[in-house]
């Protein structure tokens, strides 16, 4: 039997921590009361410092609770994450919370990672779901050290055997090991038909994730959570999957160049299709930093698009998308993919954003009842911290078409506070699912999203000196949020547009290279 991981492994030197000035603690399901970080006490405990993470190393969080204490003894499913007091931020963001599944017997550690290692596994800090954090608990350690098997398993077994998708137990699954006794599963698979398939990672051959020793499956978010998927180009393709059991993250690869992250981009949408294909293939508008086309939108309604790759990131990186409305049948749409690295940076996010305009007058195709901007820096404003419903907080709209601002003074100094921005649309969202119209649903700003429509976007610094007079600005179309220094709600330092806003700028409908979809035929 291997050994157990030792906590030291799992604390891999990095550079940096976000957390060190922030106390986090560990809350959800398995406190008392629920989701209730800085007041909660554990189950079988007193004090709510018995649930404050500690720094363990740089940008790694730990924290240990006496079997006697977390109380875990019946057979139940609970969420957690971290969280600071009252939830002014919480790791992960993006509803990543995690399972921990009862009975557990002994010591119990809870994992917070605030530190990212782009290294192509998922969930990682700042991923395609907005992460902040990665989460974990030695719960999930030791089940996997005690697994029989563990395997991949999706809708791709089909093409290897019949009749066997999603069954772990079929001889089509792709069986994952350890050869190192690292922590790292591997397994391959190749010779499938061309196409985009989904799959999870399970234990033991099991799909239920709530009976300890028997299975996990692991998806988007850590255990459970959204399938994953991959893309097949050429059934030469070879597929590898990875699982670091040392804190349930996953990582799919390609060994095909042509399906590494980057050129070609495709826009997946409700409106005209999701299959990355030339029906859904931006075109390049100029080298290497504008991709977009026209879209015809067959039924008038709500509508979300997403920007995608064969491999990497999906753009904006949270939710379900861009969200846009059409107001009659057949509407035609210009899907922008704009990689232009602006040079004012304190509006973000600066680069990597989509936009959508209606095609022939290339405005924008989303009315708002209310824009405002939230932060941990509202207190100073005399409004409370991440309030969504402030009225003396609600933005205006400039003279640029979906450019609002707001002009408030400061009376106190603060560096690095958390600014974006949300709104609330005035189209019939009730539709669409998880709308509940609660102010969130509808948010902009953040280092790596735009705006987004069911997501949890993140955060941007913000400093202001006392009695500055602060100007803050949301582009509602592209999604950029900052503070200017300008104190004038005109455009005056508004965060920068691209050229595509003008008619004059010719957005396709069909893509030019053709020989560049030879490899997918």
Request: aromatic share 10%.
């Amino acid at each position: 039997m291997r050994l157990p991981i030792s906590t030291a492994a799992l604390a891999i030197a990095f550079a940096a921590s976000a957390a060190n000035a922030q106390t986090y603690y560990v809350t959800g399901e398995i406190t008392n009361p629920n989701w209730s970080p800085g007041t909660a006490v554990p189950l079988g405990g007193d004090d709510p410092s018995e649930l404050e993470l500690t720094e363990e190393s740089p940008g790694l969080l730990s924290l240990t609770l006496a079997e006697n204490r977390h109380v875990l003894n019946q057979d139940e499913s609970l969420l957690w994450e971290a969280a600071e007091e009252g939830f002014a931020s919480s790791l992960p963001r993006g509803g990543a919370a995690n399972f921990i599944h009862g009975p557990v017997s002994g010591d119990l550690t809870f994992y917070v990672q605030t530190t990212p290692e782009n290294d192509g596994f998922t969930p990682d800090v700042g991923d395609l779901h907005g992460n902040n954090g990665i989460i974990w608990t030695s719960q999930l350690i030791q089940t996997v050290q005690r697994a029989d098997s563990v395997q991949a398993t999706g809708g791709f077994q089909n093409a290897i055997e019949a009749d066997t998708e999603w069954d772990p137990s079929a001889d089509s699954a792709v069986e994952l090991t350890d050869d190192n006794e690292d922590g790292f599963y591997v397994g391959t698979v190749t010779g499938l038909p061309s196409g985009s398939y989904e799959f999870k990672i399970t234990i033991n051959g099991s799909f239920d994730p709530f009976v300890e020793g028997q299975g996990y499956a692991f998806g988007n978010s850590g255990l459970g959570g959204d399938n994953l998927s991959f893309n097949v180009l050429d059934p030469g393709d070879t597929i590898t999957f990875t699982l670091d059991a040392n804190r349930g993250r996953h990582k799919v690869e390609n060994d095909n160049p042509a399906a590494s992250p980057g050129p070609p981009f495709f826009a997946a949408s409700d409106a005209w299709g999701t299959q990355l294909d030339a029906a859904t293939e931006l075109i390049e508008l100029e080298p290497d930093t504008i991709y977009g086309r026209t879209f015809t939108v067959p039924t008038a309604g709500n509508h979300t698009v997403q920007v995608l790759q064969h491999q990497g990131r999906s753009f904006p990186n949270t939710g379900q998308g861009y969200p846009f409305t059409t107001t009659s049948d057949d509407q035609t749409v210009a899907v922008v993919f704009d990689r232009t690295a602006y040079g004012d940076t304190h509006y973000t996010p600066y680069e990597d954003f989509v936009v959508v305009l209606d095609a022939d007058t290339r405005e924008a195709l989303n009315d708002w009842d209310r824009i405002q901007p939230v932060g941990d820096w509202q207190d100073d404003f005399g409004s409370g911290n991440w309030n969504n419903n402030d009225p003396a907080l609600n933005a205006a709209e400039t003279s640029l078409a979906g450019l609002y601002s707001i002009t408030i003074e400061a009376f106190e100094t603060n560096t690095d506070r958390e600014l974006k921005a949300v709104g609330d649309s005035t189209a019939d969202w009730s539709e669409q699912d998880g709308w509940e119209g609660n102010g969130w649903d509808f948010q902009f700003g953040g280092p790596t999203d735009g705006v987004t429509f069911d997501g949890n976007n993140g955060t941007s610094p913000m400093s202001y000196d006392s009695e500055e007079e602060v100007t803050i600005f949301i582009d509602t179309v592209t999604g950029r949020v900052g503070k200017s220094a300008a104190g004038t709600k005109d455009t005056t330092g508004a965060p920068e547009r691209g050229p595509y806003f003008e008619a004059a700028f010719e957005i396709p409908g069909e893509p030019t290279r053709v020989e560049s979809w030879e490899t997918l035929q």
